[in-house]
DNA sequence: CCCTAAACGAGACGGTACGTCCGGTCTTGAC
DNA sequence: GTCAAGACCGGACGTACCGTCTCGTTTAGGG
């Protein structure tokens, strides 16, 4: 019926699909996302432009991917917990601040949310992929806070995650303020007084 | 000798200019910031392409223009006070969230954003001319409510502006939950429980 | 040593060599020489590309031999010889005529010709397969009437021919004029004037 | 409406109309028919693919102008006239034996012929432009012939035409047989013989 | 009669060129 | 001198085939 011809996974190419990956986190650091194009990553690959478009629908899906596959390692992730809710957030909020403020994060990670502004499947996928673990770990470790009585029992914990991390993001992605550990501390007083019991 | 002639701003067509913008907007509006092209936006126009290059660096410059000139005749805007500020924060925060929701202002919103994540200037521009004059009247509600004694002396207002706005925005662009008029007053309940003196 | 492992032709599959042949001389019918691809041609036959490249270099290989295929049945073919020359000759110009002016014979007849032109080898098998065996059956009726004092005795034969065909074939191909019954008498008594003893 | 939005000849740039077919030509000669490219023709002449898809219609067409731009400037040909036919048209027909066989002409000549095999609008336009203007000059020296008695009054000159070149041409193209300048002589006995009054 | 090597159908691969689209520059003629 | 119009060079797009290269699956002949 349709023209769409589906290839079949069992016979793709390792190989292949890893060098597109790698070809595509590289040229996203290089040039940026916009100034990507496929014919450049199946260059760089070494592999034939039918080859990209036989596997990914689209340039985005492409850089989308090579992100996904950064993280495919990563085991679960698991905040400190010191049974001290401030010293712990204080620590992983600084560290997140510095993340944001290194330069080699700076084009890819803004390459990301390029990409997820427009398109909502990619967001979801981020969402699931990459958001999504990382949250869970952080709110395990509030509702360790909350058993500790350190946090209000009915907090909206996702709420409070908004309130410590989309003020950083924000400031981050419009550039609107300067990303300093006070600003992470000043970021952790906030939660800990509107969320204390 | 050099190729780069200036043009005489004095002599240039208000009808040409009103023209970029508008087909600009609802190019936008239709197909999304990635579709729009420089050609369908002077062909929309009834333009020539160089009079768009004559004018404008780039089609971000005229998208993130064709922005601008929207509110450009929107005097000094005023929020309520009524000098409750919960009640004054909720009614803003409401309006702000129904303004999010609000499919009309979706396709564009998303195309401004999209522009300045990547680009440093209209990132800064973005500041100046949109958001800095709306954050200065938020500000100004805000340090009325300092006087009040209903906000903490010492609050840094920025930062309540970030901890009331930033989670609403980043729901919206990560589509990552729902924006209801109780979010609007949870964020609400949650910058005056932090702020609170 | 090399990697150019010569299939062995003993275990070659009868099925898929017709299939491809066939497969090839429908699609020259309906195409056009220049349109058809070996994947096509893989495709209809239900064969595997290799299995083409395994067993012919080129498509105009694979498509040339389709055309000898044709005539594999043929035997040895004998021209009518009534002892009038002249008469034998009109039949069969005539004859060729009306094969030329067949539209079933344009396409495929003009496919063969495209190729023999750029491709030395394919001329030489031309001339040895199909024009060779043809042009000797041509000959033997004329030698029948050199014997009969009808032609010169000394009259290069292989002229005789070209001067009867070659007009013929030239504005076939070059469709510089019509091809009729009364062409044919005319390259006739051309050829027997010329050769007339 | 359609699509096709067709451009204006009068503002087409006679710089790039020479380069693609200076271009065409070398390539032509260099690579043959067949293995040139669009991509290599505007690559060599310097100019953007649109240009040539803007203007031509397809490869073979680039190609075949290139071929009508070589004969642009030749005035009206004109034959020798010796008041010999028979001494006038050796020297004509050698001279064209030795064109055949040179090989300058063996690469770009084949590639003419393999186009107007196969498009007939091309083959008109050769038969128009570049055959006819020629022929005319043939037939002209042929009725000067006729009038002083050498050629028979009712001889059909495109026959005698045909009858001197089309063995020649079939020659060439088949690779069939020499071309040397016994057989130009042979052709101009076959011809004078069959049209002597 | 089974084993095994080769030929097979299928189709993914690295590539080349296609014909189209758009970016940004340059040229022309009207105003 | 600015404008609308649009041709220009350049280069990426997504598609179609090229000829090569695996993949299992027949298949046929020699042991």
């Known amino acids: 019926m349709?023209?769409?011809r589906k290839p079949n996974p069992a016979r793709r190419s390792e190989r292949s699909r890893k060098a597109v990956l790698a070809a595509a986190r590289e040229l996203v650091s290089e040039l940026g996302y916009a100034k990507v194009t496929i014919e450049a990553i199946a260059a760089r690959a070494g592999v034939g432009k039918q080859t990209i478009y036989r596997w990914w629908p689209?340039?985005?899906?492409?850089i989308f991917d090579s992100f996904l596959a950064l993280s495919e390692g990563e085991e679960g992730v698991r905040l400190p917990d010191t049974g001290d809710i401030e010293a712990?957030?204080?620590t992983v909020m600084r560290?997140?601040?510095?993340?944001?403020?290194?330069?080699?994060f700076e084009t890819p990670l803004r390459a990301l949310n390029t990409q997820i502004i427009d398109d909502p499947d990619l967001a979801g996928l981020y969402r699931e992929k990459l958001a999504g673990p990382l949250d869970q770990a952080k709110k395990e470790r509030l509702r360790s806070a909350q058993r500790a009585g350190q946090l209000r029992a009915d907090a909206d914990l996702d709420l409070v995650l908004e309130v410590l991390y989309a003020p950083l993001y924000q400031r981050w992605l419009?550039?609107?303020?300067?990303l300093s550990p006070e600003y992470a501390d000043a970021l952790v007083d906030v939660a800990l007084r509107a969320f204390a019991p």
């Open 58 to 62: 689209s340039k985005g899906a492409v």
């Open 95 to 104: 560290a997140t601040v510095a993340e944001f403020a290194d330069p080699a």
């Open 174 to 178: 419009h550039r609107s303020g300067p």
């Open 88 to 90: 712990d957030l204080r």
């Open 2 to 4: 349709s023209s769409t």
